[in-house]
């Protein structure tokens, strides 16, 4: 049994060979295997097959034993693919970590980013979404005040926070004392956090450049229609927003 057109396309393009989907093919159904058996087998040329058998096993396709001549085996496709997915995303942040590195500046100095952006944001999902975003793209500095307990927004940003704790950023959040225990803990981990009595105004400032300002309620009680928010690529009214923030960190309390 041969595999199917749609199956051999989609091994192609997560980065298998032809050579290398062939000789796959002929592990998974003989099981283990010499090179030359291999090579009959498949009808990859003898002069290639060590070259793909070396490829597979580098890319956790196929494994071998000991004996001699040596044999190879196929790893379960759910093992192959976890390897080949894992391996994308470090190569995709790998790569991601050098092109922003050297654009993100042109950018900046372009003139373009000169003319700030302000929305009005409304609903829960849609603030929501816009400061994971912003925490997401985060590269400096973050400054977070959340009015009142919201686990769900909390929860949501906690990989994120990680992520960024990870990549060295400085986190300082400000918290309402009605935020539960367990989430206190669970953001101190990753962040500075302090925690204020009657906190009503919210926000979030990025770089000392983005910011999105709380205009209602946040909170899991809140409706759609009652959820509003400013968000503006703006370095002035950041800096405003930033000092307002240290203003009020300055009598919050340290997570006991």
């Known amino acids: 049994m041969s595999i199917s057109d749609n199956t051999r396309k989609s091994l192609e393009r997560i980065g298998l060979t032809s050579y290398e989907i062939r000789t796959y093919s002929s592990l998974l159904k003989a099981g283990e295997l010499t090179a030359s058996d291999l090579s009959q087998k498949s009808g990859v040329p003898y002069s290639k097959i060590y070259e793909v058998l070396g490829s597979l096993e580098e890319k956790g396709w196929i494994g071998s034993d000991d004996s001699r001549p040596t044999k190879y ?134 770089d000392k450049r983005y910011v999105v300002i709380l205009l209602g309620p946040i909170s899991s009680e809140s409706s759609e229609a009652e959820s509003v928010a400013i968000w503006a690529d703006h370095a002035g009214l950041a800096g405003f927003a930033k000092e307002y923030f240290e203003y009020l960190l300055k009598d919050a309390k340290g997570v006991e």
């Not at 085996?73 to 922003?100: G, H, M, R």
């Not at 960024?164 to 935020?179: A, C, N, P």
């Open 73 to 206: 085996f196929a790893k379960s496709p759910a093992t192959a693919l976890e390897a080949t997915k894992q391996k994308a995303a470090a190569d995709f942040k790998e790569n991601e970590n050098v092109i922003l590195r050297e654009l993100v500046p042109l950018y900046e100095k372009s003139g373009v980013s000169e003319r700030p952006d302000i929305w009005v944001l409304s609903g829960i999902m849609n603030i929501a979404s816009k400061i994971l975003e912003m925490v997401e793209n985060c590269r400096n500095e973050v400054l977070i005040a959340i009015p009142k307990a919201n686990e769900t927004i909390v929860k949501q940003a906690l990989p994120k926070l990680r992520q960024l704790h990870d990549k060295g950023v400085t986190i300082t959040i400000l918290m309402s004392d009605q935020m539960d225990k367990d989430s206190l803990k669970a953001i101190s981990r990753v962040a500075s956090v302090k925690v204020k009595k009657g906190l009503f105004g919210g926000g979030i400032i990025s």
